[in-house]
């Protein structure tokens, strides 16, 4: 008997006739016949039930024989125990060398399907025209593929490492180049901070150099004046005193007194210069800000009848005539205003303008929702954020100022809309014109133009070029 007989007569003798499955605590009755004790157990309490199914009390018939057996003589079967358990788990033969077809050996290895098949499958149809040699003999031809395989994938592997090494090298590399750069960043940001520092103290230096410049003769001339407010009150006294005398009374040493207020000479305070010579101005502030730019245009909805615009929208001047436009409330009138078409309701924005030698202008921002027909001064009480040149002076809401000895003639506005910040510098020179003290600013904002003096050379919104980091430049 072969071990494919053995194995067959093995798995017979492990299956139990009632489940057709290998035994579970198999036990033997009394005819010698074997089951699984749950088996036998089930059949027996099921043939209670029948009619007619008990031949005699407390005997059972076997489900194999139909002898007559009691159940109490059942008795455990250990070595058929084993054997189920011996089958149930199969040797690697079973599993391994066996055609799942035909439960023969695999004795043979088909070239064309590349698997290994038994003799009865050489002879089928399905392989009859194959390559079919020996597995003895593929298996040698494939272990020398196999081992050659396995060279080849060492040396790509030997290759896999070297590049590994030289990622991991690169990779070192670029975090050093970063860490590097990132020096270079912390250095030059702390240089420029001490940069700034110095420039800072020097300012302030000045700034406080020119006020002790000014400040004694301010006060000379207000103890001064005061001297001379205390000596006229004291004389207003006296003569007040004198008027209240008897006749002989007050015209005694009348003519002293005369005399006395004859001399009195009021003495004017000498004229300080109040120029501020010491300008705020942070090196790079202005080109800092211009990352912030954002394209503007002007709105011919909202703009003054007298206020004529290019069709580009980019610049306005006022006109010589009134023109025939239809009154909406969007509509500026009589302030000589127009407002830029851009909602303002968030983030950071920073914009240009070419004012150029104009006498008068005004520019700033105010609320979507601003009363547009306003007649009296454009205040932040009403809406409106806004500078104003006045030739000699700047206005805003806020005080009056003494300009720059030489006025800008281009103008950058920087809104700051979560700070409340609104700030105004020079183009030209970066130095800073004015800074509205921080606003809570709530819903939509607006550019807001003012060409206030007529001029044949137009306000100009500074055009972009290009991407950040450009200049700008008027149309």
Not at 194 to 200: K, P
Not at 267 to 283: L, N, Y
Not at 388 to 395: D, K, Q, W
Not at 397 to 418: C, H, M, Q, W
Request: charged residues 30%; contains cysteine.
């Amino acid at each position: 008997m072969d071990a494919l007989e053995l194995a067959r007569k093995l798995q017979e003798e492990a299956t139990c006739s009632i489940c057709l499955d290998y035994f579970t605590d198999p036990v033997m009755t009394a005819c010698g016949h074997n089951f699984c004790r749950e088996c036998i157990r089930l059949t027996w309490e099921k043939a209670k039930g029948r009619k007619g199914g008990r031949k005699r009390r407390g005997s059972f018939p076997c489900p194999e024989c139909r002898e007559l057996s009691p159940q109490r003589n059942l008795r455990p079967n250990r070595l058929l125990t084993k054997v189920a358990e011996m089958v149930r788990r199969p040797p690697a033969l079973q599993s391994r060398d066996l055609c799942r077809v035909h439960q023969e050996l695999l004795k043979l290895f088909c070239e064309d399907d590349q698997s290994p098949i038994c003799v009865v499958c050489r002879e089928s149809r399905a392989h009859r025209s194959h390559r079919v040699v020996p597995i003895e003999e593929a298996v040698q031809e494939y272990k020398l593929k196999l081992e050659a395989d396995m060279g080849y994938l060492r040396e790509e592997m030997m290759k896999t490492g070297k590049l590994q090494a030289r990622e991991k090298q690169t990779l070192a590399e670029w975090q050093k180049m970063v860490e590097s750069q990132r020096q270079n960043v912390l250095a030059e940001f702390e240089r420029l901070r001490r940069l700034l520092a110095e420039d800072e103290r020097r300012l302030l230096r000045r700034l406080e150099d020119e006020e002790l410049e000014v400040l004694p003769p301010l006060r000379d001339s207000a103890a001064r004046l005061g001297q001379q407010s205390a000596q006229l009150a004291q004389l207003i006294a006296e003569l007040e005193g004198r008027c209240q005398l008897p006749a002989l009374g007050l015209l005694q040493d009348i003519r002293d007194t005369l005399r006395r207020v004859q001399d009195v000479k009021l003495q004017p305070p000498e004229v300080v210069p109040m120029e501020m010579r010491t300008v705020c101005r942070v090196p790079g502030l202005v080109e800092a800000l211009r990352r912030f730019r954002g394209d503007v245009t002007l709105d011919p909805d909202t703009a003054n009848p007298e206020l004529v615009l290019s069709e580009d929208r980019k610049s306005v001047r006022r006109g010589d005539l009134r023109q025939a436009l239809p009154d909406s409330p969007e509509r500026f009138d009589p302030g000589p205003c127009v407002l830029g078409r851009e909602p303002l309701t968030s983030g950071r924005h920073y914009w240009e303008v070419e004012v150029g030698e104009r006498a008068s202008w005004a520019l700033g921002v105010c609320r979507e929702n601003a009363n547009r027909k306003e007649k009296g001064e454009l205040f932040a009480g009403n809406g409106f954020w806004i500078l104003v040149f006045l030739g000699s002076y700047y206005n805003s809401s806020e005080r009056a100022f003494a300009p720059l000895r030489d006025p800008p003639r281009r103008v950058g506005i920087f809104l700051d809309y979560e700070a409340g910040h609104l700030s105004f510098y020079s183009a030209t020179d970066g130095s800073l014109l004015y800074a509205f003290p921080e606003t809570p600013f709530s819903g939509t904002l607006r550019a807001l133009f003012s060409p206030l003096s007529s001029s044949p050379t137009p306000m100009t919104i500074c055009r972009l070029k290009g991407g950040p980091g450009d200049s700008l430049a008027p149309q």
